[in-house]
């Protein structure tokens, strides 16, 4: 899908391109809360191995590169444009089966992607920077495949072009707020997905992740293989019709009901999206690695 809109609340304007750019990811707040999630789920080796591969990191944590995928666009374009299309993929059948031959050719969509750099990091023999970057691409792509507009089956972009009327008191950063006029903010259906669903709850990174972080002990899970990725996508998918998240058609006016009726799902797929990353950098990285 050719995603149009931008919408970085969190990022500075300077960082961002404007209105044509493209929103690809939760927000920044949704990722960072995966990362920090997970990363209290690592065990001691996979934290230690972490550290090292993160070291040089101006924030060295998996919440502090949990953007880096997106923030390519504006730090390095030539590879943005290269990895664009490892931030979701589209069910072009309809329904929610994925085909990955069908909806992911040459493996350039999220579950191909995350599969290809699971084995880089997985992979001692790769160079260190190789593998850096994978760890940076997992943390991003994992929240990616949990945002139900990341892993749909319409033609209008992930809900880039379902134009919605928001009105709330949560204000865009300067670049957008020429489109937030009276308390309303002129917006689309990924949009209100990525940012405005969490941002609304109120909460800065570190009190979100202590009231997200419920879960006790997590369990190891063996490394999952191309089919469960995709799977992990097409849950995604279900939810969309299953919770009803297209208000209607004719529906583009949505005020914070919207928002308070979606923050418990938001939240559980940033609960399962931390759960998951966890599992999955414990399986490559942690004590129970297969390379160990
Ligand atoms: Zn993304």
Known sequence: MSIRTCFRPLIAALLCLGATSAALAWAPLGHA????????????????????????????????????????????????????????????????????????????????ALDRQLTILADRKQPLEARRDALKFVVHLVGDEHQPMHAGNRTDSGGNRFQVSLRTPLQPEAYARKSYVDGVMATNLHSVWDYYILASRGLVLGDYADALDTSAATPFAPRPDAGVLLEWAAGSCRLIDAHGVYPGDDQHKMDHVYLDKFRPLAEARVQLAGKRLAQLLNQALGAQAPSH
């Open 33 to 112: 809360l995966v990362g920090e999630l997970a990363q209290r789920h690592l065990d001691s080796k996979a934290r230690a191995e972490v550290a090292i591969l993160l070291a040089g990191e101006p924030t060295p944590t998996l919440a502090g590169v949990a953007s880096w995928a997106d923030d390519l666009r504006n730090t390095d374009p030539e590879r943005f444009k290269a990895t664009s299309r490892w931030h979701y993929v589209n069910a072009k059948g309809g329904g929610c089966d994925f085909d990955l031959a069908r909806d992911c050719p040459d493996g350039d969509c999220v579950t191909g």
